[in-house]
Nanobody, 114 residues
Framework: VQLQASGGGLVQPGGSLRLSCAAS????????MGWYRQAPGKQRELVAH???????NYLDSVKGRFTISRDNARNTLYPQMDSVKPEDTAVYYC?????????WGQGTLVTVSS
């Protein structure tokens, strides 16, 4: 399964951005999906994950600011970033959780800066 993340860009602190992550296979609908990020010089980390039924869990530092949803009919994940901070600057990816079974895409770069 191939993954294509999109929607990144430059956003000011306190702003919002909606990302998308589309999967090429229908298996998407039955797997737990993770939303990950990798900041410059840091290891990739899990930001949130969502079950096939929509149950979510978030990294403490993004709770209350980020939300994740999915459309299983469209095989697409929708991470929503609100009240962004400079420390949210990273390349954002999606993949299955916890096994990262799909092929990693290129991700989408989010830069938070004034």
């Amino acid at each position: 399964v191939q993954l294509q993340a999109s929607g990144g860009g430059l956003v000011q602190p306190g702003g919002s951005l909606r990302l998308s992550c589309a999967a090429s296979g229908s298996i998407f609908s039955i797997v737990i999906m993770g939303w990950y990020r990798q900041a410059p010089g840091k290891q990739r980390e899990l930001v949130a994950h969502i079950s096939s039924g929509g149950n979510t869990n978030y990294l403490d530092s993004v709770k209350g600011r980020f939300t994740i949803s999915r459309d299983n009919a469209r095989n697409t994940l929708y991470p929503q970033m609100d009240s962004v901070k400079p420390e949210d600057t990273a390349v954002y990816y999606c993949n299955t959780f916890p096994s990262n079974s799909f092929t990693w895409g290129q991700g989408t770069l989010v830069t938070v800066s004034s």
